[in-house]
């Protein structure tokens, strides 16, 4: 059965790289099966998606956090992860990676809802 | 983006209470919408997904109806195991935005 664990630091200070790692287990992180993502959920406030990825390298971003993003597979060991750049307090949320079902989208797939979720990892930034 | 807007944001209930909470889209989505359930300290879990399509392992107590822009979530006959905050989301375009939540509680 698939599991995602959530790793990184708990505590940034304003301006600081945001870097979190998803580790999968019980199952192929180049599985054509699923996408692999990252969403967050803001304190007092609803959830946001972040971003996803695919194996081969098919990217998605949030288009207002976009330009601080990046996301990438790391398939030697299972696992991928998200760079979030110049963070602030508004940043500080409980992050979760997971994993996308798919539909069929143009002769091939895109991400649909979320069918896997990680318990979530608490991420603040304080100076 | 789409906006979702979920109501109400907290829902008092009892066991065995029928409970119904509603979700809008600010455009139409068709039926590209999921529900999960979220409870503290644990992992947010998907309860159903086009509109209506119960996920594997969800009890049948759980319904979900609607498409274009208007959903609902259906309790039949509320357990103590699904006091929880309920949350939809639109899968139709690239910002899979989300509702606000529905606090379901005693």
């Known amino acids: 059965?698939?599991?995602?664990?959530?790793?990184?630091?708990?505590?940034?200070?304003?301006?600081?790289?945001?870097?979190l790692t998803c580790t999968v287990s019980g199952g192929s992180i180049i599985s054509t099966s699923h996408f692999w993502g990252?969403?967050?959920?803001?304190?007092?406030?609803?959830?946001?998606?972040?971003?996803t990825v695919f194996h081969s390298g098919s990217t998605y971003y949030n288009p207002s956090l976009k330009s601080r993003l990046s996301v990438s597979v790391d398939t030697a060991k299972n696992q991928f992860s998200v760079n979030l750049t110049s963070?602030?307090?508004?940043?500080?949320?409980?992050?979760?990676?997971?994993t996308h079902g798919r539909e069929?989208?143009?002769?091939?797939?895109?991400?649909?809802?979320?069918?896997?979720?990680?318990?979530?990892?608490?991420?603040?930034?304080?100076? | 983006?789409?906006?979702?807007?979920?109501?109400?944001s907290t829902l008092p209930a009892a066991v065995g209470d029928r409970v119904t909470i509603t979700c809008r889209a600010s455009?139409?989505?068709?039926?590209?919408?999921?529900?999960?359930?979220?409870?503290?300290g644990k992992a947010p879990e998907v309860l159903i997904s086009e509109a209506s399509t119960l996920a594997t392992?969800?009890?049948?107590?759980?319904?979900?109806?609607?498409?274009?822009?208007d959903f609902t979530l259906t309790i039949s006959s509320l357990q103590p195991d699904d006091f929880a905050t309920y949350y939809?989301?639109?899968?139709?375009?690239?910002?899979?935005?989300?509702?606000?939540g529905t606090r379901l509680e005693i």
């Open chain 1, 1 to 19: 059965q698939l599991h995602l664990q959530e790793s990184g630091p708990g505590l940034l200070k304003p301006s600081e790289t945001l870097s």
């Open chain 1, 38 to 51: 990252w969403a967050r959920q803001l304190p007092g406030k609803g959830l946001e998606w972040i971003t």
């Open chain 1, 87 to 98: 963070v602030t307090a508004a940043d500080t949320a409980l992050y979760h990676c997971v």
């Open chain 1, 104 to 127: 069929a989208y143009n002769g091939g797939y895109r991400p649909a809802y979320f069918d896997l979720w990680g318990q979530g990892i608490l991420v603040t930034v304080s100076s």
């Open chain 2, 1 to 8: 983006d789409i906006q979702m807007t979920q109501s109400p």
């Open chain 2, 27 to 40: 455009r139409r989505i068709g039926v590209y919408l999921a529900w999960y359930q979220h409870k503290p």
């Open chain 2, 57 to 69: 392992g969800v009890p049948s107590r759980f319904s979900g109806s609607g498409s274009g822009t």
């Open chain 2, 88 to 100: 939809c989301q639109q899968y139709e375009d690239y910002s899979y935005t989300f509702g606000q």
